[in-house]
């Protein structure tokens, strides 16, 4: 049979449809864009001439789907647009030109769904085309895989099989947990004394193989040792049949098992790749980033690096077999899961040209390598850090931190990093240091009865800081910059007895109590005067080049609110603009770098910014708040902007978008 894969046509840099000048349509064919994750377009029927008339144009309502999160970044194929929505994870495809429904498929309700703790997190779907038809690829919370008919939403004959659940179709969808090795109910899952697995981002199609990653509970809500690893998994994009597994907690024999110094590589797990993967369909690799072994924040009864948790991963498409690894921390406990899709990205070094991918992270680090061979583009080093207080817990004496590109983010609490706007403000936030353990980066987490008398230990970036989920990085792949938002956010979990932590959940995994897991509540200083202890900004983008490996600029994210501008302690006081302390969603085009925010008194804007300057282009207000993501396509010569707003996507144009057809709001 005949398979094209549709992403593959913008690998690294976007194909453009008709000319430059004349755009009649340009796609948007994965959640990130392309295969490569860029989120840009080459799109530029909107530019800095003509930003200020953009409008409103029409919205999709999602609430008869209980759509919530707005997580889902749609594809644009073929004049419409294929998302998902709700926590039943509903698949809907839509018309791009007015937002109306043409089809959908939901599958039927399982305990596996119900117990799902990323019910309405999906992120996306996947589509390829197979003898001529498209079909999309979806992986649902009870972590089965369909395959539907782009037309109908209806599930494709000949793929997969029977499901032993009443209700579900006869073809077109495969049960993933028969393929990783554990007993397992059809409707009930893995018990859970075992573990538990699910999914929260799309599957990808690469070279006739769907890759299949995964997720699990997390780990700050996790007291017990058991769980299962979160291997991945491939499929035949045609008939469905398995292909391979990769084990990402290495059994005897296996690449890295030394990495686990007891037995808990038989009976721990997570290390799943809950955010999207990225691939190079001409290496034939897919690229899987991972999250930390079980239970967050204390490791003592899982010794050791622990590969492959908390790692990039270059797997070969047709065997699974890895072609090469990079551990970005190791012995991770403090919630450090790589949380967005690496980007790949063409870039010349020294005037060679590399074949680069680049992992932005939640400890504000971009990690760049050659990702042909997995070579660092700059030395990593292995860089000292400090020891556990927590009996039992032995963490890694180094931390591999990159000498190139520098940090974007906190990393290290210091007294000068304080607030100081004025004397008085600076004191006070000294002062509601003084009960907290602090200092460089990878200060680990104290239990609730540590010697020292503290109330717990405060590390930066926190595990809501620096890159997160709702901060996808996004890149220009021609000109080699990557745009990553990050927010100055630090952490204190408290570290109480597995017995304690074990009453705050209903159904937890594993059976053995853990010697310590974190407590209820996330605490940390706060300053009297109700502002950040740290100078701003509390957000920002930051502009960085992969041909050098340097910064170019950083701007804060949106204006700084009214909150502090309006606050009693700061009157008189010219602070700046402090940036919102939340992420930018971004999308970068062949005339700009875009990111919807807010301003200062919370309406939801969408700001132009040049992308070699920072210089902000435009501003105009939005209907909604955008989070997670968004994404531009044009559609019959048309550009249309589409935000994630929670229940509803929103989309913007220049006037004249609904000739021929009219608006509704659907």
Same mark, same amino acid.
């Given at each position: 049979m005949k398979i094209k894969f549709i992403a593959a046509l913008m690998l690294l840099c976007a194909t453009f449809i008709g000319t430059a000048n004349a755009q009649d349509t340009v796609e948007w064919l994965t959640l990130g864009s392309d295969y490569a994750h860029t989120r840009f377009s080459p799109a530029n029927k909107i530019d800095a001439s003509n930003f200020d008339e953009v409008e409103a144009a029409w919205v999709w309502d999602g609430s008869s789907f209980d759509a919530q999160s707005g997580r889902a970044?749609?594809?644009?194929?073929?004049?419409?647009?294929?998302?998902?929505?709700?926590?039943?994870?509903?698949? /809907?495809?839509?018309?791009?030109?007015?937002?109306?429904?043409?089809?959908? @498929?939901?599958?039927?309700?399982?305990?596996?769904?119900?117990y799902s703790m990323r019910k309405d997190y999906g992120k996306g779907v996947s589509i390829a085309e197979i003898d001529g038809k498209k079909v999309i690829y979806i992986v649902s919370p009870a972590f089965f895989?369909?395959?539907?008919?782009?037309?109908?939403?209806?599930?494709?004959?000949? #793929?997969?099989?029977?499901?032993?659940?009443?209700?579900?179709?006869?073809?077109?969808?495969?049960? +993933?947990?028969?393929?990783?090795?554990h007993p397992f109910d059809p409707y009930d899952g893995i018990p859970l004394e075992t573990g538990y697995i699910t999914s929260s981002s799309p599957p990808i199609v690469v070279n006739g193989t769907i890759i299949v990653?995964?997720?699990?509970?997390?780990?700050?809500?996790?007291?017990?040792?058991?769980?299962?690893?979160?291997?991945? +998994?491939? @499929?035949?994009?045609?008939?469905?049949?398995?292909?391979?597994?990769?084990?990402?907690?290495?059994?005897?024999?296996? @690449?890295?098992?030394?990495?686990?110094?007891?037995?808990?590589?038989?009976?721990?797990?997570?290390?799943?790749?809950?955010?999207?993967?990225?691939?190079?369909?001409?290496?034939?690799?897919?690229?899987?980033?991972?999250?930390?072994?079980?239970?967050?924040?204390?490791?003592?009864?899982?010794?050791?690096?622990?590969?492959?948790?908390?790692?990039?991963?270059?797997?070969? /498409?047709?065997?699974?077999?890895?072609?090469?690894?990079?551990?970005?921390?190791?012995?991770?406990?403090?919630?450090?899961?790589?949380?967005?899709?690496? =980007?790949?990205?063409?870039?010349?070094?020294?005037?060679?040209?590399?074949?680069?991918?680049?992992?932005?992270?939640?400890?504000?680090? +971009?990690?760049?390598?050659?990702?042909?061979?997995?070579?660092?583009?700059?030395?990593?080093?292995?860089?000292?850090?400090?020891?556990?207080?927590?009996?039992?817990?032995?963490?890694?004496?180094?931390?591999? =931190?990159?000498?190139?590109?520098?940090? @974007?983010?906190?990393?290290?609490?210091?007294?000068?990093?304080?607030?100081? #706007?004025?004397?008085?403000?600076?004191?006070?936030?000294?002062?509601?240091?003084?009960?907290?353990?602090?200092?460089? #980066?990878?200060?680990?987490?104290?239990?609730?009865?540590?010697d020292e008398g503290k109330l717990g230990a405060l590390w930066c970036p926190g595990d809501v800081g620096g890159t997160n989920i709702n901060g996808p990085a996004a890149a220009d792949p021609t000109s080699g910059i990557i745009y990553v938002t990050s927010v100055k956010n630090c952490s204190s979990r408290i570290m109480v007895s597995g017995a304690e932590a074990d009453t705050q959940y209903e159904a937890p995994t594993g059976t053995t109590l853990a010697q310590y897991a974190v407590g209820a509540g996330r605490g940390g200083p706060r300053h009297p005067a109700g502002i950040p202890l740290f100078k701003p900004p509390y957000s920002r983008i930051t502009a960085i080049d992969l041909n050098t490996g340097e910064h170019l600029w950083y701007i804060p994210v949106g204006e700084t609110p009214n909150r502090y501008l309006n606050n009693p302690a700061l009157q008189g006081i010219d602070i700046g603009n402090t940036g919102t302390g939340a992420h930018a969603v971004m999308a970068v085009t062949d005339t700009m770098l875009m990111y919807a925010s807010q301003t200062s008194d919370g309406t939801p804007a969408l700001f132009a910014v040049d992308k070699a300057t920072g210089k902000q282009l435009g501003k105009i207000e939005t209907p909604a708040v955008a989070r997670y993501g968004m994404m531009t396509y044009v559609h019959e010569g048309h550009q249309f902007i589409l935000l994630q707003t929670g229940s509803s996507l929103t989309t913007l144009a220049l006037p004249g978008w609904d000739e021929g057809h009219g608006g509704n709001t659907h």
């Open positions: 970044t749609p594809s644009y194929v073929d004049g419409r647009l294929v998302f998902v929505a709700g926590p039943r994870r509903h698949v /809907v495809v839509a018309d791009a030109g007015t937002g109306e429904t043409i089809c959908s @498929y939901r599958e039927p309700n399982t305990y596996r769904h119900e895989l369909t395959a539907l008919d782009f037309d109908t939403c209806s599930p494709i004959e000949g #793929f997969g099989g029977q499901i032993a659940v009443d209700g579900f179709p006869t073809t077109g969808v495969v049960d +993933l947990l028969a393929d990783l090795g990653g995964n997720s699990a509970e997390q780990g700050y809500h996790q007291s017990r040792i058991e769980n299962i690893p979160g291997d991945i +998994l491939a @499929y035949d994009a045609v008939t469905g049949a398995f292909k391979w597994k990769f084990n990402v907690i290495p059994k005897p024999g296996e @690449y890295g098992h030394e990495t686990w110094e007891n037995d808990a590589w038989q009976w721990t797990g997570d290390v799943s790749s809950w955010a999207p993967l990225s691939a190079d369909p001409e290496l034939g690799l897919v690229y899987i980033p991972t999250n930390g072994a079980t239970v967050d924040f204390y490791g003592g009864f899982r010794p050791g690096d622990n590969l492959f948790s908390t790692s990039l991963i270059a797997l070969d /498409v047709d065997t699974g077999e890895r072609a090469w690894h990079y551990q970005l921390v190791h012995h991770d406990i403090w919630n450090y899961d790589t949380p967005t899709a690496p =980007i790949l990205l063409d870039v010349t070094i020294d005037g060679r040209k590399v074949p680069a991918v680049a992992q932005a992270t939640k400890q504000a680090n +971009l990690y760049a390598f050659n990702r042909e061979t997995g070579e660092p583009l700059w030395p990593i080093v292995e860089t000292p850090v400090p020891a556990s207080k927590i009996p039992g817990e032995k963490l890694a004496a180094t931390q591999p =931190i990159p000498s190139k590109p520098a940090a @974007y983010e906190l990393q290290e609490v210091t007294l000068d990093e304080l607030v100081d #706007f004025t004397p008085e403000l600076r004191q006070q936030a000294i002062e509601a240091l003084a009960d907290y353990d602090y200092g460089p #980066f990878f200060q680990p987490p104290l239990h609730r009865d540590n």
